[in-house]
C-alpha cells in the first residue's frame, strides 16, 4: 500500500510513525500546510501530487473540516484510490455521497478512527451484523466532556476553571464548542447508526443538547439525587430512528457513572450477542493513529466496504421516547410547571415526557434564558 496523507498535525503524524512499523505499507507523500514539517522531503503542498500519481493506492486523511476535505476526498475516490479518514465532521455530513462514489470507483471507504478515536467500535459493529441484528447504541462518546463532567464531580468546580484546565492538558480545543455543545457527539452518532442499523440519518434531524451551562451547584443537586451526569448519545433502530444527544443523570452505579477522566465507554446491543461495551481512549495522537493504521490492512487485506452492504435513508422521531428531565432554569413556563414531578432548590425534575416535546419546549425556553440547563434522568 502507497499512501498519500492529508494533514501532518497530531493524528497524522501519528500514522506516519506507526506505519513505518508495518510491513508493504509506506507513506509516499504528505499533503500539509507548512512542508518543512515533514521529516524524508515527502511534504507536498498541491493535492494533484497525490491525486494524480498513479503510484499512490490510498489516500489516509487526518486534515479535519469539510472543505477542502470533502473536495479532496471526491477528488481521490474518483481517482480510484481507496479513502481512509479520522474526519468524522466529513463523513457524517458527506456520508451517502462518500459511500456511492466508493461503490462507484470500486474502492473501500474506510473511517473506524472518526468514532471512538483507538476503540474498535465500528469494526466490532461490522462483525457483529455479519450474524446478528442490533438494535440499540449509546453511550460516552466524547472524552473531552467526560474529563470535565468527571473533575466537577470529583472536585465540585465549575466548569470554566475545568475547561480551561482541560485546555491546558490538550484534552479540550482553544475552541471548545464542537465538545462541548455535543456536534462532536452528533456525528460520531451518525456514523455509527449507518454502521449499526444500515441506516442514514440527518445530523440536523438529532436532538442535541450539550454540558456548557452546567454548573457546581447541579452537581450539588445530582449528588443529593444520587445520580451522576454524563453526555450520552443514543439511537435505537427501527423503521424511524429514535436518536438523541444530551447530559443524562446516570444512578450511581450503572457502568457510565465510573468513566473516568477523558474515557469513552460506548456499547451495542445486538439481538443475539447481548449488551457488548467498549472502553477505552477516544482520542489522542497514538489511540487514533492505531485505528487509522489497523483501517490500512483492513483495506490491504481486501476489506472494501462501508461497515455494512446496504444503506437506506431513515427519519428520526422521538415523540414516543417518554423520559423525565432534570431542569433549571430562571424562566417561568406553564408547561413545565404542569409537567413538574419533584420540585427542587432552584430546579424541577418532570414526569415522564415526550423527549420531542421537550426538546422543542427548550429550544424556547432558551431564548429567555439562556444559562437553562437540563439532564434526562435515569
Ligand atoms: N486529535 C484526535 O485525538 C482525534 C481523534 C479522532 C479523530 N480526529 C480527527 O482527525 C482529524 C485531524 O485531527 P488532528 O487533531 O490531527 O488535527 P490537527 O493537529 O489540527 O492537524 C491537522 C493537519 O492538517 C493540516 N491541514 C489543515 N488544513 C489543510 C489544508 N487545507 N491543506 C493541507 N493541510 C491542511 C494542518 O496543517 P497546519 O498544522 O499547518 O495547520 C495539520 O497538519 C480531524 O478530522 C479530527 O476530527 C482527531
Same mark, same amino acid.
Not at 498535525?9 to 509516499?28: C, K, N
Not at 477523558?262 to 493513529?289: D, I, M
Given at each position: 500500500?502507497?499512501?498519500?496523507?492529508?494533514?501532518?498535525?497530531? =493524528?497524522?503524524?501519528?500514522?506516519?510513525?506507526?506505519?513505518?512499523?508495518?510491513?508493504?505499507?509506506?507513506?509516499?507523500?504528505?499533503?500539509? $500546510?507548512?512542508?518543512?514539517?515533514?521529516?524524508?522531503?515527502r511534504g507536498v503542498a498541491d493535492i494533484s501530487a497525490i491525486i494524480d500519481d498513479p503510484e499512490i493506492d490510498t489516500v489516509v486523511e487526518a486534515m479535519g473540516g469539510l472543505h477542502p476535505a470533502w473536495e479532496f476526498a471526491s477528488g481521490a475516490l474518483k481517482? &480510484?484510490?481507496?479513502? /481512509?479518514?479520522?474526519?468524522?465532521?466529513?463523513?457524517?455530513?458527506?456520508?451517502?455521497?462518500?459511500?456511492?462514489?466508493?461503490?462507484?470507483?470500486?474502492?473501500?471507504?474506510?473511517?473506524? +478512527?472518526?468514532?471512538?478515536?483507538? /476503540?474498535?467500535?465500528?469494526?466490532?459493529?461490522? %462483525?457483529?451484523?455479519?450474524?446478528?441484528?442490533?438494535? %440499540?447504541?449509546? *453511550? /460516552?462518546?466524547?472524552?473531552?466532556?467526560?474529563?470535565?463532567?468527571?473533575?466537577?464531580?470529583?472536585? &465540585?468546580?465549575?466548569?470554566?476553571? =475545568?475547561?480551561?484546565?482541560?485546555?491546558?492538558?490538550?484534552?479540550?480545543?482553544?475552541?471548545?464548542?464542537?465538545?462541548?455543545?455535543?456536534?462532536?457527539?452528533?456525528?460520531?452518532?451518525?456514523?455509527?447508526? +449507518?454502521?449499526?442499523?444500515?441506516?442514514?440519518?440527518?445530523?440536523?434531524?438529532?436532538?442535541?443538547?450539550? /454540558?456548557?451551562?452546567?454548573?457546581?451547584?447541579? @452537581?450539588?443537586?445530582?449528588?443529593?439525587?444520587?445520580?451522576?451526569?454524563?453526555?450520552?448519545?443514543?439511537?435505537?433502530? &427501527?423503521?424511524?430512528?429514535?436518536?438523541?444527544?444530551?447530559?443524562?443523570?446516570?444512578?450511581?452505579?450503572?457502568?457510565?457513572?465510573?468513566?473516568?477522566?477523558?474515557?469513552?465507554?460506548?456499547?451495542?446491543?445486538?439481538?443475539?450477542?447481548?449488551?457488548?461495551?467498549?472502553?477505552?481512549?477516544?482520542?489522542?495522537?497514538?489511540?487514533?493513529?492505531?485505528?487509522?493504521?489497523?483501517?490500512? $490492512?483492513d483495506v490491504c487485506g481486501g476489506k472494501n466496504d462501508f461497515y455494512t452492504k446496504q444503506y437506506v435513508a431513515a427519519e428520526v422521531d422521538n415523540r414516543d421516547v417518554l423520559r423525565c428531565y432534570y431542569v433549571r432554569t430562571s424562566a417561568s413556563d406553564a408547561?413545565?410547571?404542569?409537567?413538574?414531578?419533584? !420540585?427542587?432548590? *432552584?430546579?424541577? @425534575?418532570?414526569?415522564?415526557?415526550?423527549?420531542?416535546?421537550?426538546?422543542?419546549?427548550?429550544?424556547?425556553? !432558551?431564548? %429567555?434564558?439562556?444559562?437553562?440547563f437540563f439532564a434526562a434522568v435515569e
Open positions: 500500500m502507497r499512501i498519500g496523507l492529508l494533514g501532518y498535525g497530531v =493524528v497524522g503524524a501519528g500514522v506516519d510513525h506507526l506505519a513505518q512499523r508495518l510491513e508493504g505499507v509506506s507513506v509516499e507523500k504528505v499533503l500539509c $500546510l507548512n512542508v518543512g514539517d515533514v521529516p524524508g522531503g481517482a &480510484g484510490k481507496h479513502y /481512509i479518514t479520522a474526519n468524522k465532521a466529513l463523513v457524517s455530513a458527506f456520508l451517502p455521497e462518500l459511500v456511492e462514489l466508493a461503490k462507484e470507483n470500486g474502492v473501500a471507504l474506510r473511517c473506524t +478512527a472518526a468514532v471512538g478515536g483507538g /476503540i474498535p467500535w465500528l469494526v466490532n459493529i461490522e %462483525r457483529c451484523r455479519r450474524v446478528d441484528s442490533i438494535r %440499540r447504541i449509546h *453511550g /460516552i462518546f466524547n472524552g473531552t466532556t467526560n474529563f470535565i463532567l468527571d473533575a466537577m464531580h470529583r472536585d &465540585g468546580a465549575e466548569f470554566e476553571r =475545568v475547561l480551561a484546565q482541560a485546555q491546558k492538558l490538550g484534552y479540550a480545543e482553544a475552541d471548545p464548542s464542537a465538545d462541548i455543545d455535543g456536534d462532536d457527539v452528533r456525528r460520531k452518532l451518525v456514523i455509527s447508526t +449507518a454502521a449499526a442499523f444500515g441506516k442514514l440519518i440527518r445530523e440536523s434531524d438529532v436532538p442535541m443538547f450539550g /454540558i456548557r451551562t452546567v454548573t457546581a451547584q447541579d @452537581v450539588l443537586n445530582f449528588k443529593a439525587l444520587g445520580k451522576v451526569c454524563k453526555l450520552i448519545a443514543r439511537a435505537e433502530s &427501527g423503521e424511524k430512528i429514535k436518536a438523541s444527544v444530551e447530559p443524562v443523570l446516570i444512578p450511581a452505579g450503572a457502568p457510565e457513572s465510573a468513566v473516568p477522566e477523558n474515557f469513552n465507554l460506548v456499547t451495542y446491543e445486538s439481538e443475539n450477542a447481548g449488551v457488548q461495551s467498549f472502553f477505552g481512549q477516544g482520542a489522542g495522537r497514538y489511540p487514533t493513529a492505531y485505528n487509522v493504521v489497523q483501517d490500512c $490492512l408547561w413545565l410547571q404542569s409537567v413538574a414531578a419533584t !420540585q427542587g432548590d *432552584g430546579y424541577i @425534575v418532570t414526569r415522564a415526557v415526550s423527549q420531542a416535546d421537550f426538546h422543542a419546549h427548550v429550544r424556547e425556553l !432558551q431564548s %429567555r434564558d439562556h444559562r437553562l
